[in-house]
């Protein structure tokens, strides 16, 4: 069974751009969550969604937004790009909505300049 | 909402030594604990979880414990070899309602020869 993917692997921006970033998870999960990765913060819960619909969301501003499509893969969208907006995306997967436990794909490495 | 806190930081052990990590939970209802193992430059793996109604649980080389009354949990590696080197994650979640996982600060293993 193949694993999340996660595309693309590095996205450079600069700043007040917009980035969207893909993520197909583990054949027959259904939820999928966002997390953002940095030396500083470490990893931090972007949000969560399933059935289409977010279920949990993470203490980040509005410019962080996502959606999930019906075949359940999902993606992420940050607008207004800033330089502290550089990380590691990483999406994780589990079979059901609060499900664990999660596995996570390779990620999406974005830098800012 | 849920904290962790993870000690130590960093970690050196010789090869064959024994290494533990520790965390500490805020939430008395998280029910949840994995661990995740991240090389540079990959995917966090999941490498053992516990539920809360288990005291412990292993796997081969690895154990974690789970003492709920005290709100922390452990990540014990026996036998320890070169390729345990890596930074491990302990997390915290609370299933069923939610697939977000609270994530402690991470620790940096190093197995010597």
């Known amino acids: 069974k193949a694993g999340v993917t996660q595309t693309p692997r590095y996205l450079i921006k600069t700043r007040g751009q917009q980035v969207t970033l893909s993520c197909s998870p583990i054949?027959?999960?259904?939820?999928v969550s966002w997390y953002q990765q940095t030396p500083g913060q470490g990893l931090q819960f972007l949000f969560e969604y399933f059935s289409e619909t977010q279920r949990n969301k993470g203490n980040f501003p509005g410019r962080f937004s996502g959606r999930q499509f019906s075949n359940s893969r999902s993606e992420m969208n940050v607008s207004t790009l800033e330089l502290g907006d550089s990380a590691l995306y990483l999406c994780a997967s589990s079979p059901r909505e609060g499900g664990q436990p999660q596995h996570f794909g390779d990620g999406t490495r974005l830098s800012i300049l | 909402g849920e904290n962790v806190e993870q000690h130590p930081s960093t970690l050196s052990v010789q090869e064959g030594d024994s290494a533990v990590i520790k965390c500490t939970y805020s939430d008395s209802a998280s029910n949840y604990f994995p661990w995740y193992k991240q090389e540079l430059g990959k995917r966090p793996q999941l490498i053992i979880d516990i539920r809360s109604n288990v005291g412990e649980k292993k796997d081969q080389r690895i154990a974690v414990t789970l003492n709920k009354t005290a709100k922390h949990f452990s990540l014990h590696i026996t036998e320890t070899q070169p390729e345990d080197s890596a930074v491990y994650f302990c997390?915290?979640?609370?299933?069923?309602?939610?697939?977000?996982?609270?994530f402690g600060t991470g620790t940096r293993l190093q197995v010597t020869l």
């Open positions: 997390a915290a979640s609370l299933t069923g309602t939610a697939s977000k996982l609270t």
């Open positions: 054949s027959g999960h259904r939820s």
